[in-house]
């Protein structure tokens, strides 16, 4: 897909999260006088060494991306990673010596370190660059940035009632439908002993001859990486991203509320979207998602329930708009941030999934397996357990950003950092969100699988999670008490004479010399 014989107007750099059918500067640009510019590059798959079906999942969806393109009549000059093509900025500096445009359009990338470099070419080459908002979003940076001014805590229910209101969602005459503004008492339940029943598989997607190619070309270069490349299952073009969507209200979201904090051994997915990585590089409008989730309740409320629809909305319209608005409030700095000091090295079996932590096993295992954990998975089993063990936040979340196929920056950093890490000190929640093992005992069957005993805080087979938990609480009580929500939880460290608090301490130094 190379075009090098005439000089564009304006190079059009498309980025891997950026294929957006209504993309705001293709719907600005004149394809007789306009070239799309697309780049693979080594340089974006081991800055953090990503899992492979990660990075499968952005050229499979370029490649399909590019070939539409030229099939819609633009000029796509596409280099594959059998260019050679180093990073993205030394890309575009290539093809601003050889087809010297009179300007680079770029839309808002989904990260600072990308935006950083593309404006740096630029200024290099002296050439024009103008950046796009991002049309794809709700809310703009902008936006939220003057939602945010003067606060002194941002709430993301409140952010999420303003656009609930702002844009007419799941509202009857100025107030919230059905008289609540969520339905969290509805949700989040466990399953029973049984475990699911008759639960939805999927949809499986068929591999075709890009994609087959983008496989191979990602075993070839990138088969050392940790995790398993096949079976290969996300949707890497339009059609499948609806597909994908269409699959998920259909089949999982009538249950999709009320289980979805559960978490069961040998099932990754459960009731959950899988929508995404769709929504992340833009096969996928949220919009669409929002408004198919609640033309299902209006066509049929029986089957499907308000929690249900309402908690689904709440984590694209509130949760999605809201973290992306922390990104680019706060970074670079940001991402530096480590409130508690934590300095711990990953241990090995993250990259393995060899614990005898059943839990940890399972979660980490799934993420290796597939690319993906759910939502619960990642935050009070892996990131619990990173910040209880006091991991070193900035290894953390590069491991985050390179092992889940939805991961990019602007969403995966706070929500690792600010959410399960509690690392960025309380601009994303007001406490951390820590638990002994009787949560995941609550949430799972991970415990009755496990050699460990939850129900022991300390001594030999005890659950480490109880050690290091009440450990945490020690260490930070000071600072924890701040926080009304932590302080009946704290109060139980008064029960303990100093015998029982060293010994908790000692089991959790222990763990955390040897977390095997």
């Known amino acids: 897909m190379s075009v090098t014989d005439s000089r564009p107007r304006n190079l059009i750099l498309i980025l891997g999260d950026q294929l957006d059918a209504k993309h705001p500067a293709l719907a600005a640009a004149d394809p007789a006088q306009d070239r799309v510019l697309m780049l693979e590059t080594a340089d974006e798959a081991t800055h953090v060494r990503s899992h492979p079906q990660r990075i499968a999942v952005f050229l499979a969806a370029m490649r399909h991306f590019a070939a539409r393109l030229q099939a819609d009549g633009w000029q796509v000059d596409y280099r594959k990673l059998s260019d050679g093509v180093e990073s993205l900025s030394s890309g575009l500096a290539n093809a601003l010596e050889r087809d010297t445009p009179d300007a680079v359009w770029?839309?808002?990338?989904?990260?600072?370190?990308?935006?950083?470099?593309?404006?740096?070419?630029?200024?290099?080459?002296?050439?024009?660059?103008?950046?796009?908002?991002?049309?794809?979003?709700?809310?703009?940076?902008?936006?939220?940035?003057?939602?945010?001014?003067?606060?002194?805590?941002?709430?993301?229910?409140?952010?999420?009632?303003?656009?609930?209101?702002?844009?007419?969602?799941?509202?009857?005459?100025?107030?919230?439908?059905?008289?609540a503004w969520n339905y969290d008492k509805d949700n989040r339940k466990a399953f029973s002993k049984k475990g699911p029943v008759d639960l939805p598989r999927p949809h499986k997607f068929d591999v075709d001859d890009i994609t087959r190619e983008v496989l191979d070309d990602v075993s070839a270069l990138f088969g050392d990486h940790a995790g398993r490349l096949t079976p290969f299952r996300w949707p890497v073009t339009r059609k499948d991203a609806l597909l994908a969507l269409d699959d998920f209200i259909q089949h999982r979201l009538p249950l999709y509320g009320r289980y979805q904090d559960a978490m069961w051994q040998g099932e990754p997915?459960?009731?959950?979207?899988?929508?995404?990585?769709?929504?992340?590089?833009?096969?996928?409008?949220?919009?669409?998602?929002?408004?198919?989730?609640?033309?299902?309740?209006?066509?049929?409320?029986?089957?499907?329930?308000?929690?249900?629809?309402?908690?689904?909305?709440?984590?694209?319209?509130?949760?999605?708009?809201?973290?992306?608005?922390?990104?680019?409030?706060?970074?670079?700095?940001?991402?530096?941030?480590?409130?508690?000091?934590?300095?711990?090295?990953?241990?090995?079996?993250?990259?393995?999934?060899?614990?005898?932590?059943?839990?940890?096993?399972?979660?980490?295992?799934?993420?290796?397996?597939?690319?993906?954990?759910?939502?619960?998975?990642?935050?009070?089993?892996?990131?619990?357990?990173?910040?209880?063990?006091?991991?070193?936040?900035?290894?953390?979340?590069?491991?985050?950003?390179?092992?889940?196929?939805?991961?990019?920056?602007?969403?995966?950093?706070?929500?690792?950092?600010?959410?399960?890490?509690?690392?960025?000190?309380?601009?994303?929640?007001?406490?951390?969100?820590?638990?002994?093992?009787a949560y995941i005992n609550r949430m799972s069957n991970y415990c009755s699988g496990c050699q460990f005993t939850v129900s022991k805080r300390t001594g030999d087979n005890a659950c480490p999670f109880n050690a290091l938990y009440w450990d945490f609480m020690i260490r930070n009580r000071e600072a924890l008490g701040r926080s009304p929500r932590m302080r009946m939880v704290l109060k139980n460290l008064d029960r303990w004479d100093s015998n029982e608090l060293a010994e908790i301490q000692g089991d959790a130094d222990r763990h955390r010399g040897h977390p095997e």
């Open 269 to 437: 997915f459960l009731y959950h979207a899988l929508i995404a990585s769709a929504l992340n590089i833009k096969l996928l409008n949220p919009r669409e998602a929002v408004d198919a989730a609640i033309a299902a309740w209006q066509a049929d409320p029986d089957r499907y329930p308000i929690a249900a629809v309402e908690g689904f909305v709440r984590q694209i319209l509130g949760w999605r708009e809201f973290i992306r608005g922390v990104y680019w409030l706060h970074m670079p700095e940001y991402k530096t941030r480590n409130h508690y000091g934590h300095n711990a090295p990953l241990p090995d079996w993250f990259w393995s999934g060899d614990t005898t932590m059943n839990c940890l096993s399972q979660s980490v295992g799934d993420t290796l397996r597939n690319g993906y954990a759910h939502h619960i998975q990642r935050l009070m089993v892996i990131g619990n357990y990173a910040t209880l063990a006091g991991l070193d936040p900035g290894a953390v979340c590069d491991w985050y950003l390179s092992v889940y196929v939805d991961a990019v920056e602007w969403v995966e950093l706070p929500n690792t950092l600010g959410m399960a890490l509690h690392g960025d000190g309380g601009v994303v929640g007001s406490k951390p969100y820590v638990a002994s093992g």
């Open 106 to 179: 770029l839309v808002e990338p989904g990260e600072w370190r990308v935006r950083d470099a593309l404006t740096q070419c630029c200024e290099r080459h002296t050439c024009a660059l103008r950046i796009f908002d991002d049309s794809h979003f709700y809310v703009t940076t902008e936006r939220f940035a003057q939602w945010a001014k003067g606060r002194k805590q941002l709430t993301m229910e409140y952010f999420y009632r303003e656009q609930r209101k702002h844009f007419d969602v799941l509202m009857e005459d100025g107030e919230p439908v059905g008289g």
